[in-house]
């Protein structure tokens, strides 16, 4: 009998491309402006300083341009502006940029500029499980505070309550299946008591082998649309717990 479902976000419960179009270019947009509150803000001064060090030590030419460039000792904040939209640009990872944004979206989220929508479908499954009294968990590559101000600040306001454990990559990879074998550990059940939803069959295949059910959710505009053998559901109230649970007694 399932007794916890553990939930992915982007694409399960709210579309993909809220991260694409909406929070990346928000803080994009932001970014010179946060840069600039360095003199009063040692959290970002901090930072900028981190990016300038990365930046020394990045050995990308155009980089390495920009920064000779630079022409005074230590680059301005409006160089290191300059150079972190280089980054964006070339979709190049960067710890002191990814926190920069992370500060960017709270602010977003805070001041109601930036709300995330969730499918129409989410709340009324989520209410339901929970008077079923199924535990709910959300594992999602975006950090367990991120997850958290994302659930706080959606269109059906603050939904957070709903969830009893989160989990990040910190726990592991998503494609990992030891990740999952954690995950059902820390709720304290059998793997094949956990249903694990997501829009990705990699991460569906990984929970599978480690005992969890899986279902997979094909939401229209996912850039994975074959389900790869999983179950699958187009919202969450296409999940039936009882049909789950039966499968096993089928196949045992
Ligand atoms: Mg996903």
Not at 38 to 49: F, G, K, S, T, Y
Not at 107 to 125: A, N, T
């Amino acid at each position: 009998m399932i007794q916890a479902i553990v939930l992915d976000i982007e694409g399960t419960t709210c579309p993909v491309d809220f991260v694409s179009k909406t929070l990346f270019p928000f803080a994009q947009k932001h970014l010179n402006s946060a840069l600039m509150r360095r003199d009063h803000d040692p959290e970002i001064d901090a930072l900028v300083q981190e990016a300038i060090n990365e930046w020394e030590l990045d050995p990308d030419p155009v980089s390495q341009a920009m920064l000779m460039q630079a022409q005074q000792a230590t680059p301005s904040t409006r160089d290191v502006g300059d150079y972190l939209q280089h980054l964006i640009q070339a979709d190049r990872k960067s710890t002191a940029l990814k926190e920069l944004q992370g500060i960017i979206w709270k602010q977003g989220y805070l001041s109601g500029e930036i709300q995330s929508p969730l499918f129409p479908d989410v709340c009324p499954q989520l209410d339901n499980w929970r008077r079923k009294e199924i535990a709910l968990a959300v594992y999602s590559s975006g950090s367990i505070q991120a997850q958290k101000l994302l659930y706080a600040h959606s269109n059906e306001g603050d939904i957070t309550g709903r969830f009893c454990q989160w989990f990040d990559t910190r726990t592991g990879p998503k494609l990992a299946d030891q990740s999952y074998t954690i995950i059902a550990q820390k709720l304290e059940l059998h793997p094949n008591q956990v249903l694990f939803v997501s829009d990705h069959p990699g991460e569906c295949d990984a929970a599978r082998q480690a005992g969890m059910k899986s279902m997979f959710c094909l939401r229209e505009g996912n850039p994975h649309q074959d389900p790869g053998g999983h179950d699958v559901a187009q919202k969450l109230s296409d999940i039936d717990l009882h049909k789950i649970s039966q499968s096993d007694i089928s196949s045992s």
